[in-house]
């Protein structure tokens, strides 16, 4: 039971800290009429800014969280259930890089 309420209460400070970062730089704007366009491209480029880079720093608290968690048991079903959950962040953490590049990349242009 522990263990749930520290992962949600974990869940809750990430997701919380996200949007504060996302919400950070639109805090004073008041876009009107032609502007409007140039402020929501600015917000969505700032938001997967924040994205690419906040991705790998919790992929890795996660991957690490694990791998301990994995270090800690002697059940060869758990090992390999963790062992599969770390192999899954880690492409996770290689598609939402990537694609988010992409969709940066591509952005940019336009």
């Known amino acids: 039971m522990k263990q749930k309420t520290t992962k949600r209460s974990m869940m809750m400070f990430l997701t919380n800290l996200f ?3 996302l919400a950070a730089p639109v805090v004073n704007a008041a876009p ?3 502007d409007l366009a140039n402020k929501a491209a600015n917000f ?11 991705v790998i ?6 991957f690490a969280y ?4 994995k270090m800690q048991t ?18 996770g953490v290689a598609i939402v890089e990537s694609s988010l590049a992409i ?8």
């Open 19 to 21: 949007v504060m970062a």
């Open 32 to 34: 009107s009429g032609a």
């Open 44 to 54: 969505f480029n700032d938001a997967l800014t924040w994205i690419l880079i906040l």
């Open 57 to 62: 720093p919790v992929g890795g608290l996660w």
């Open 66 to 69: 694990h791998a301990l968690m």
């Open 74 to 91: 002697e059940d060869p079903t758990e090992i390999a259930s963790r062992n599969k959950k770390m192999k899954n962040i880690l492409v």
């Open 103 to 110: 969709v940066k990349i591509i952005s940019s242009y336009f």
